[in-house]
């Protein structure tokens, strides 16, 4: 599972816009945990046992008035955007606004949002028979 592709939408049309280098995905964001390698890694390497990741999509919608605040504050679009003329900005912002074109039901914009749940014990968490950590 990758992140959500209705938001990269936005993200790569920007970056395009402006020849922007789309962000690594072990660059802070709201993508760094895309990977559940990379949090199994993290986990780990911060002695967490048990360690136990698992996608789940989550339904969500977002109402027309809110969708260029959102993805204007999110990601690397805010930042091009406050170091840009107002033409540039103009453009991005259509560049990016088009590429939700997509995902429009009504007057809200439908997606299904690729989320991760983990969990993992302490590893100096005294467990049980079954593997359950205790305090």
């Given at each position: 599972m990758g992140h959500s592709r209705w938001l990269g939408a936005g993200q790569a049309a920007a970056c395009r816009k402006e020849s922007r280098r789309t962000p690594s995905p072990d660059e802070p964001g709201q993508f760094a945990f895309a990977d559940p390698d990379r949090i199994h890694r993290i986990l780990t390497e911060s002695s967490w046992t048990?360690?136990?990741?698992?996608?789940?999509?989550?339904?969500?919608?977002?109402?027309?008035?809110e969708l260029d605040r959102y993805f204007t504050l999110l990601g690397p679009v805010g930042p091009i955007l406050r170091d840009t003329d107002d033409r540039t900005r103009t453009q991005v912002t259509e560049t990016a606004r088009a590429a939700f074109d997509a995902y429009w039901h009504g007057t809200n914009v439908r997606f299904t949002a690729a989320c991760w749940t983990a969990g993992a014990r302490a590893s100096s968490a005294p467990t049980d028979s079954t593997g359950t950590a205790h305090a």
């Open positions: 048990g360690i136990d990741i698992r996608p789940i999509d989550m339904a969500c919608a977002l109402p027309e008035r």
